[in-house]
């Protein structure tokens, strides 16, 4: 085979060909009984393609490349319809919605009827662990984050927010939820007037504040690469 996809829960995902703009031959392999069982064509395998919870983000040609889940008989249980999704999770993923009504978030939480789960007025971005971040509909540029209830753990007063957790390089092993389970240490932010980067806790505490000029990079084990970025002479 031209390609397998990562088995999970007893299912994998395999192509004949990789022909663009969409492999062909496609199938859906049962690691139990070995069977085979064809799929449509018209269907895109993606990099996060594996079972998880029953089902498995694929995208649709048909629907302009819109993403759907397909359940274990490789027919489709909440039809295409987002710009990008995620795996399951204790019964609920974070997706982006293709058609977003002014007022409305763009990401969402759905359960395993396609449902939206989360508040109508507030965008809620993935989930790392128990929390994640978000922000409300009539203040798009003020980021928190919130926990699983959608209540606020850490203030929405940031202009930007970026999770830092340790997270392993790939694994064959690996389910597709594994990045998503790591709960963040801490998050990189950012505020304006004046513009500083901060290092701030899980529960919202300002750890450390950056002078002017210097900037969080990266994280590397237990420490941080900061860089110093010298300002232009205009």
């Known amino acids: 085979y031209a390609n397998i996809w990562k088995a999970h829960e007893g299912k994998a995902f395999v192509a004949e060909s990789t022909d663009s703009p969409s492999p062909s031959g ?25 079972m998880s919870e029953g089902l498995a983000v694929v995208g649709s040609q048909a629907k302009n490349s819109l993403k759907g889940y397909v359940d274990a008989t490789g027919k489709f249980k909440i039809e295409p319809q987002y710009k990008s999704a995620g795996p399951f999770i204790n019964g609920r993923a974070s997706v982006v919605l293709a058609d977003v009504a002014p007022g409305k978030p763009s990401h ?11 508040p109508v007025n507030l965008d809620v971005e993935d989930f790392y662990g128990d929390s994640a971040i978000a922000h409300s509909t009539k203040a798009p540029e003020k980021f928190g984050v919130v926990n699983h209830q959608f209540k606020y753990v850490v203030a929405p007063i940031y202009s930007s927010l970026e999770p830092q957790a340790r997270y392993s390089n790939y694994s064959i092993l690996e389910k597709p939820s594994t990045k998503f389970l790591a709960a ?11 513009e500083r980067q901060l290092l701030v806790s899980p529960t919202g505490r300002v750890l450390l504040t950056m002078p002017e000029g210097h900037f969080f990079n990266k994280l590397l084990g237990d420490s941080i690469l900061c860089v110093w970025v010298q300002p232009l002479d205009i």
Not at 108 to 118: F, H, L, N, R, Y
Not at 184 to 194: D, H, L
């Open 26 to 50: 496609l199938t859906l392999f049962d690691c139990v009984t070995r069977k085979l069982q064809a799929l449509p064509e018209d269907l895109q395998l993606l990099g996060n393609s594996s």
């Open 108 to 118: 969402v939480q759905i359960d395993k009827s396609g449902q939206v789960t989360s």
């Open 184 to 194: 963040p240490q801490f998050y990189i932010a950012k505020t304006r007037a004046p």
